[in-house]
């Protein structure tokens, strides 16, 4: 690696001998109010100067004075939006505050369509961030497909950062006065150290990268991936644009498991790559792959996200529930399997597989719980499998096979002391037996309704009511409107108000069979419940 000596530079110098601007590759603003009150309360509390750190740069463009931000654009983003925030405090007619703002914050042009700030965030962030730091309103000269620009994260974060920022100089400047304000942002802002590192081209930025995600710095695999992406293609512009594509599609918080998962379902060796080693691979396969690897990637992001969000899908209602109920479960570990399913798999036999992993994620983890991650291996051999032949019988034997691991006897006595771990698991519960019952008439609608405790919490008391008001015989389904209005009334006033669900099977159940309910009740109701799950969820 290739590093140009490093030097100790003020902010002001800084500020003042070159322009900055955060590589296409470079993950968005991300700092949170913690962070950035940190960082003015130890430049506010310490000794100037004082020291911040090292920024690492690529140099750019030397006629245009240009350095690329390679770390450390987190720090100078959040520096130049307390300058401006003093700027906005000091008024847009104070001398001290137009010197600050020519001096620091803008730069005259030195170039054709260059821009006039010493600083430039990613597309993202670039055009909300100089709205933030001058006093005009700066938009996207283009917007994405349907007109509309995209609201990101880090957009929030930006304000929110300088929000606060401009509160604690409020704070400051009433207790200290405007002289001494001035000479806060002189003599302290501007004077924080930095050690400055120049890199002189693109390998050494990816190696720079890669020591700092060996030395456990928090770089994630969606960083390293965009970094190594941007630094071999031809069009880094389109590269960057691709990325940030695919990243929208399965959200920004999803992206590395999305990458994890994804390596492999695409895997074909004895075991699938591990966190460790994953860039290891995704750097093999980007280079056997080239332009292509970008193109699938956004297939698989695709189907992806049909896994995080049901709802898009409009094409199959047995396909959006099956989902929807694995999504209620929390089944993530079976989403490699499922990606290779979706590409291999006709859809009905797909529907399948996800039924069958269904009610092997209830019975194992739900009911059970048993750690999910003992059946990564299994899932692992099931996609290989499903990649050579293409056919689904063998892996639906063998998640049978796997569900009746779990004895009915096992099965039965978990169920019957059952307490969903959340209202969505409970509602799939009941919803899942109901339209068992329902046979071939029509079936409930799962965004129609809701779950409701029979015995409120806050209710009528007695004694040891609060060891049974989670159990999921204290639970029937209603619709929402319904649901809002029996609130807290004890059980015969709120029993008129469940006669008028008629379609809820387990409801009329529950109205028809207990004149009371308590203690006894719930531990009947729920020993019926659990006679009826031995069918649903039978393998």
Known sequence: MSIVSPQTYSLEQLLTRRRYQVPIYQR?????????????????????????GILVFQKSSEENRLCMIVDGQQRMATLLLLIR?????????????????????????????????????????????YSLISDSEYVPTKYPPGGRPIRF???????????????????LLTKIGRDKFIDFIMDKVLEVNFVEVILEDDNDVYLFFETLNARGID??????????????????????????????????????????HY?????????????KILMNWYSEIIGEEKDKFLLKLKDYADIYSLFLDPNKITYSPELKDTLTFLKVL???????????????????????????????????????????????????????????????????????????????????ASFKVYEPESNLIGKYILY???????????????????????????????????????????????????????????????????KKEDRVILTKYVVEKYQDF????????????????????KP
Not at 30 to 42: E, K, N
Not at 161 to 171: F, N, Q, T
């Open 330 to 412: 929390g089944a993530t570990r079976c989403y490699p399997l499922l990606l290779v399913g979706y590409m291999n798999l006709h859809p009905k036999d797909f529907i399948k597989l996800c039924e069958a992993v269904e009610v092997l994620t209830f019975r194992h983890s739900t009911i059970m719980g048993k750690d999910a991650k003992v059946l990564e291996e299994e899932y692992y051999k099931l996609l290989l499998q499903i990649k050579i032949s293409k056919d689904v019988k063998p892996a639906l034997e063998r998640l049978k096979f796997l569900a009746n691991k779990i004895t009915s006897d096992e099965f039965n």
């Open 28 to 52: 968005p603003f991300t700092w949170t109010i913690d962070q950035a009150s940190a960082l003015f309360d130890d430049i506010e509390k310490n000794e100037a100067p004082y020291f911040l």
């Open 432 to 498: 899942k037996i109901d339209n068992y019952l329902s046979k071939d008439s029509i079936r409930l609608n799962w965004n129609e309704i809701s779950l409701e405790h029979i015995l409120a919490p806050g209710g009528a008391n007695w004694e040891g009511k609060q060891e049974y008001e989670e159990k999921l015989g204290n639970k029937i389904l209603l619709k929402g409107k319904l649901n809002k209005s029996v609130g807290t009334k004890p059980y015969r006033e709120k029993k008129e108000m469940y």
């Open 85 to 129: 925030s003093a700027i906005e405090l000091l008024g847009k007619s104070d001398e001290d505050a137009k010197q600050l703002q020519i001096t620091y914050i803008n730069q005259k042009k030195v170039g054709k369509d260059l821009p006039k700030f010493v600083l430039t965030l990613n597309d993202r962030d670039k055009f909300n961030f």
């Open 263 to 275: 390596s492999i379902a695409l895997s074909e060796g004895s075991s699938p790559p591990t966190k």
């Open 518 to 537: 308590s203690r006894e009740e719930i531990i009947d109701f729920q020993q019926y419940l659990t006679k009826l799950s031995i069918e649903v969820w």
């Open 153 to 171: 994260t880090s957009s929030k974060k930006l304000k929110t950062v300088k929000d606060i920022l401009s509160d604690k100089l409020a704070k």
């Open 219 to 260: 770089l994630t695999i969606s960083d390293l991936l965009k970094n190594y992406v941007c630094s071999i293609a031809d069009n880094k512009t389109e590269a960057s644009k691709n990325v940030d594509e695919i990243t929208n599609i399965v959200g920004e918080g999803k992206m590395n498991s999305f990458l994890l």
